[in-house]
């Protein structure tokens, strides 16, 4: 096929995006494809327009990219491209809506409040966690420990996204179960240097730890692969997503957000738990561009 890779772009992730494409585009010219680099930027539908590919493999994180944009752009264009539509794609970069959503089906999420940009800011009970709704690689990420870190949090927040979510801390584990076409792979337990999965433990860290799949009681992986594949239909994905989980201090697992272009560095999730299932990365990146 002829693909165009559409990577980068003004998000806060285009860092993470590039690696990612370069990862992708040696996978798919080793796979016999005709691949062209595409940087996400106003020149994207005319550089589209000359290129005439016959699939578009998005590797954009954050917004814009993710959140159904550049999706509807290639609707109108009538170009086909991997993983999630237009709807779920808008939903699901919105940690807000994602939550609500997602409860009202019975999927647990955990507890908390939204704040507006402009909202007076009062103090909340610590341990939370503070985080914009939109941004994900856990951009402006915040453990609040003590009630004077609060506002402090919700300004870094702020800086990110006019909408920002502050939940109740978890303390249990951080877990992660990603999805193939509607099929969960095996858990992977993430065990970062510090209490939180933030920025810098994605991403720069040597010292964060991944167990590939993860050491679970039968009866609690059979329930995250449950509910991730559950949130995976309520919110109608496609391809390959990933669903990411803590649980609390008595092994309960909760939904902390859906991720439908899940990275795909050396680093990434997505390609351990397929390892883990018999599936090679670039097994893993022709399916993505089969579906």
Same mark, same amino acid.
């Given at each position: ?29 080793? $796979? ?41 752009? $290639? ?7 991997t ?59 915040? $453990? ?33 179960? *990603?999805?193939?076409?509607g099929? *969960? ?6 065990l ?8 810098? *433990?994605?991403?720069?860290?040597? /010292? ?63 390609? /351990? ?19």
């Amino acid at each position: 096929m002829k693909v165009a890779v559409v990577f980068g772009g003004p998000s806060p992730e285009a860092g993470i995006s590039r690696k990612s494409a370069e990862s992708v585009i040696k996978a798919l010219k080793e $796979l016999g494809h005709e691949v062209f680099p595409v940087e996400l930027s106003s020149e994207l539908p005319f550089k589209l327009r000359e290129i005439s590919p016959d699939k578009a493999f998005l590797v954009l994180h954050g917004s814009p990219g993710e959140d159904g944009t550049v999706q509807g752009l $290639l609707e109108i264009m009538g170009i086909p491209y991997t993983g999630c539509g237009v709807i779920p794609s808008a939903v699901s970069i919105d940690k807000d809506f994602t939550k609500r959503l997602l409860s009202s089906y019975g999927v647990p999420v955990p507890a908390g409040i939204t704040l507006f940009k402009g909202d007076p800011v009062e103090p909340v009970e610590a341990p939370c966690v503070v985080k914009p709704a939109r941004a994900g690689s856990s951009v402006g990420i915040t $453990l609040v420990k003590e009630e004077g870190e609060f506002k402090k949090a919700v300004e870094e927040a702020f800086k990110y996204d006019d909408k920002v979510l502050v939940e109740e801390y978890l303390e249990g584990k951080e877990l992660t179960v *990603a999805l193939l076409n509607g099929r *969960a792979l095996p858990p992977v337990e993430i065990l970062p240097e510090g209490e939180l999965y933030d920025y810098s *433990a994605k991403y720069s860290s040597p /010292k964060t730890r991944y167990v590939v799949p993860a050491e679970l009681p039968q009866h609690l992986e059979r329930r995250l692969k449950s509910i991730a594949e559950k949130a995976y239909k309520v919110l109608e994905c496609r391809g390959a997503v990933r669903v990411d989980f803590r649980l609390n201090r008595y092994g309960s697992p909760f939904v902390l957000e859906v991720n439908t272009i899940p990275g795909l560095t050396e680093r990434s999730l997505l390609p /351990k738990s397929a390892k883990a299932a018999g599936i090679s990365f670039k097994q893993l990146i022709e399916e993505m561009l089969k579906s």
